[in-house]
């Protein structure tokens, strides 16, 4: 479903400058776990034997032990009240609402309709942060931000995400096992794989031999991405199997780069005869849009140009690739025939 790794270069650069970098929490994607005193419990529980772990579930009520990244982890077996620093989406995609959850992915539009109620985390400072969740008594906190694992795991059950470490996919089954929904990742998974396959030879068909390109544009850079680095570009490249120019196919699509930064003079090199166009917030992206480089291309003369809010586009949970699948296939059917 949606194949990609998690590294956030360019994206904690955004949540810098759009002011949402939690304390020490790094939402755009890096770190936090927990470990409620396991390196003492482990030793006791090794110590007991096998039967003791295997008794544990019952041991202490309504627990459970997971695998996580930072080893075995207790938690409740029936999670209610959940804290998450980047997990938003997953959690929401099969109908469980955190108490608390980061800026960074409240900011998502996809999720809008989701998340009343739920308390954005304070990030002013970290004490500030960690004062607020302890007040929230949760029962689970789930973290992508090794850097806050220990602090949390003080306050609850934490389970650390380390990025990169799974696929899209894998973190959403992952996150929905946490929290009992399995079933209901399950079903999401295959309704999503099943509205992007029943459209795929229609796309290939309006496309054809054409290539698709994502540009995104910063201050005074310029990035080109492929498969790897969100945007939809799974759907587009792994999915539907459309082509990128061959500068992105060889390293960002076959390869494994997740972007490169290249300049205006270089354009015509990485977009195609589709460009998928961001721009980050509170750029100024005239020296793009106003060079006499960028309107000389095809795409953008024959407007074939889609234009995405970049906050939203940077989001890889299952709820935003469901509504990126359908933003790709309403701009490709404006083009059959043509």
Same mark, same amino acid.
């Given at each position: ?29 890096? +770190? ?37 990244? !930072?080893?075995?982890? #207790? ?7 959940? &804290? ?10 099969? *109908? ?40 929230? #008594? ?26 990169? !470490? ?46 698709? +390109? ?21 759907? $587009?490249? *792994?999915?539907?199997? $459309? ?25 015509? #090199? ?9 721009? =980050? ?7 793009? #849009?106003? +060079? ?7 795409? &953008?003369?024959?407007?074939?140009? =889609? ?32």
């Amino acid at each position: 479903m949606m194949n990609r790794t998690r590294r956030l270069a360019p994206a904690i650069a955004v949540l810098a400058a759009v002011g949402m970098l939690t304390g020490c929490s790094g939402k755009g994607g890096e +770190s936090r776990n927990n470990k409620v005193n396991t390196e003492n419990e482990s030793t006791a529980q090794k110590a007991q034997g096998p039967e003791k772990n295997a008794a544990s579930r019952d041991a202490e009520e309504g627990m459970r032990t997971v695998e996580t990244d !930072k080893g075995q982890v #207790e938690i409740p077996i029936n999670p209610e009240n959940i &804290v998450t620093d980047y997990y938003l989406g997953e959690f929401l995609a099969v *109908d469980v609402k955190p108490a608390i959850a980061s800026p960074y992915s409240l900011s998502n539009p996809f999720l809008a309709d989701k998340t009343e109620g739920i308390r954005e985390m304070d990030i002013t400072s970290v004490e500030t942060s960690l004062e607020i969740i302890a007040a929230q #008594e949760p029962d689970l906190i789930v973290t992508i931000t090794e850097a806050d694992y220990e602090k949390y795991s003080e306050i609850a059950p934490t389970v650390y995400i380390q990025d990169g !470490k799974r696929s899209d996919e894998e973190v959403f089954r992952y996150i929905a096992d946490l929290v009992g929904k399995s079933g209901e990742a399950e079903e999401y998974i295959a309704d999503f794989k099943a509205r992007a396959l029943d459209v795929k030879e229609e796309i290939r068909g309006i496309v054809g031999d054409r290539t698709v +390109s994502i540009v995104e544009v910063w201050p005074q850079q310029i990035y080109t991405m492929g498969s790897h680095f969100a945007r939809g570009g799974s759907i $587009l490249y *792994d999915m539907w199997e $459309l082509k990128a120019p061959e500068a992105v196919q060889a390293d960002m699509v076959d390869g494994d780069t997740q972007y490169q930064v290249v300049s205006l003079e270089a354009l015509p #090199e990485y977009t195609g005869d589709f460009i998928l166009y961001g721009v =980050l917030a509170d750029t100024d992206s005239a020296f793009v #849009e106003d +060079s006499k480089l960028w309107n000389s291309l095809e795409a &953008v003369q024959e407007g074939r140009v =889609l234009p995405y809010e970049q906050v939203s586009f940077m989001h890889r949970d299952p709820i935003t690739y469901n509504a990126q699948l359908d933003i790709f296939i309403d701009f490709f059917r404006g083009f059959e025939g043509k």
